[in-house]
């Protein structure tokens, strides 16, 4: 069963506040709930995604690696042409591809992700081990409205 790892909003001055940002919530779709949609997974863990969240995939970078290197001669002076010869071949989209998957890496250990998969919303809601995205939101939502 999926976990919640869900924190109070720091710094609510009145209660009325509160009540009055979650009667607007609950007006919106579940898509519209979710301003900010974070998936964390790896090849290993599919998810059920939704158009507007983006996915971050931990092993992505070593699969990019891995094609990177496919077939490489166990001549080091020759492997390292190559991969240089790749890398310009590849142009800027392969040097993004590298450069995005890490960041997305660093993005997702910064929220102190514990396991996968990992629906995170708003940067302060998460649901662990749920690997249909839309039931994770619904799962916040109803959290968030059942909150006083």
């Not at 699969?63 to 142009?91: C, Y």
């Not at 450069?99 to 649901?127: E, M």
């Not at 994770?136 to 968030?144: E, G, L, N, P, S």
């Amino acid at each position: 069963m999926p976990a919640f790892l869900l924190e109070p909003p720091p710094g609510w001055p009145a209660l009325s506040i509160a009540a009055a940002l979650l009667a607007t919530l609950s007006s919106f779709s579940t898509a519209a709930f979710a301003a900010d949609v974070l998936v964390v997974t790896d090849s290993h863990h599919p998810v059920q995604s939704m158009a507007d969240a983006r996915v971050v995939e931990l092993d992505l970078p070593a699969r990019i690696e891995a094609e990177l290197s496919a077939g490489l001669p166990a001549n080091p002076g020759q492997a390292a042409a190559i991969v240089q010869q790749r890398l310009r071949e590849g142009d800027k989209t392969l040097q993004r591809r590298i450069g995005g998957a890490y960041q997305d890496v660093a993005d997702a250990w910064g929220l102190g992700i514990a396991k996968i998969p990992a629906v995170v919303v708003d940067r302060r809601y998460v649901v662990y081990g749920e690997p249909d995205v839309a039931r994770a939101i619904a799962r916040i939502k109803a959290h968030r409205s059942a909150l006083p």
